[in-house]
């Protein structure tokens, strides 16, 4: 629900994080940043998010940089966590970033944009780093690759500071349909039904937990190195197969047969003529078609991030889904 911010005269004169997106990274966010004392303005389309106490919401189309620039007036840090429906990526990102970019220059605010790991294409045996290359061969990789460029070139042109964050495939509270360990696991395993992953299961694969994407988003927000440069945010460098964290989810769930089916390839292309989510799921599906590692390494060395041990965030994700369905 939407929750007026404090109004005192000392109040306004903290220094004021607006975050554009509430979708589960974005409520992340800015839980992470009020758990830091920090003054907050979260942005959306609707006006209403769960967000906690003395945090403000604000409604309003992100594309339009008039709206942006007014909403995140005063603001020292601008948060770029937007996501526009999967299948409508090109038609809604370019402008939704163009519109947050806007609003950070005018501010004269650091913004820190939510990205993923989509520009570097095929991993081809290697562990993706910061340095890795952009190779990407799916149209939303190519998209991403030019709208983290974009941010780059303002960064050096003087025009804004900013600090780019990447996260692998996420999971965690909130991560809901579009999470390979989200919708089609936890809901199943909880009601004894078989859970559903994409891919080879057998592959090795990073995942990042939500609340570990928020608080590494926090730090990048105020961290003096994290300007000008993209970050890999913390994961667990522990890398997993798909099928043992299913099997750690059924462990921690009370049931000791694991029960796990795949979604074959033919079945995405069929399901793919009737659900757009899931036809542009279909370019990424290299991703689990063998082994998917993303080092997190450097932003622990030079931040001092660390990610929150796998078995525990599958707890607290599992805990999250029972508290829903209760």
């Known amino acids: 629900m939407n929750r007026p911010a404090p109004s005192s005269t000392t109040r306004r004169t903290d220094p004021l994080h607006v975050v554009f997106g509430t979708g589960a990274v974005g409520l992340a966010t800015v839980r992470a940043l009020h758990r830091r004392g920090e003054r907050v303005r979260a942005v959306n389309r609707s006006g209403r998010a769960p967000v906690p106490d003395g945090v403000e919401v604000v409604a309003g189309d992100a594309r339009d940089p008039r709206f942006t620039i007014a909403a995140a007036a005063g603001a020292t840090v601008v948060h770029q966590i937007l996501n526009p429906a999967y299948h409508r990526w090109p038609q809604e990102f370019p402008a939704l970033q163009a519109g947050v970019l806007a609003a950070a220059e005018a501010a004269g605010a650091r913004l820190v944009s939510m990205d993923n790991v989509y520009m570097y294409g095929r991993p081809a045996g290697r562990a993706f780093t910061e340095d890795s290359p952009d190779d990407a061969t799916t149209r939303k990789g190519r998209l991403r690759s030019r709208m983290a460029g974009e941010l780059l070139a303002a960064h050096r042109a003087g025009r804004v500071e900013v600090a780019i964050g990447r996260a692998s495939d996420y999971f965690g509270p909130g991560g809901g349909a579009q999470s390979n360990l989200g919708d089609r696991v936890f809901p199943p395993v909880l009601a004894g039904r078989p859970a559903s992953v994409l891919g080879d ?65 033919a079945a995405l292309f069929a399901l793919g003529l009737v659900d757009r989510t899931v036809r542009e799921l279909v370019e990424m599906r290299y991703e689990f078609a063998e082994p998917f590692v993303v080092d997190s390494s450097r932003f622990s060395a030079e931040l001092g991030g660390r990610a929150t041990p796998l078995d525990e965030a599958l707890d607290r994700t599992l805990h999250d889904y029972r508290t829903a369905t209760a």
């Open 201 to 265: 299961p057998d592959q090795p694969h990073t995942y990042s937990f939500v609340p570990d994407i928020g608080e590494a988003l926090a730090a990048l927000a105020t961290h003096p190195a994290a300007p000008g440069r993209i970050w890999h945010l913390p994961n667990d460098p522990a890398t997993r197969t798909t099928r043992e964290l299913v099997a750690t989810v059924h462990r921690l769930a009370g049931r000791p047969e694991v029960r796990l089916r795949t979604v074959p390839t």
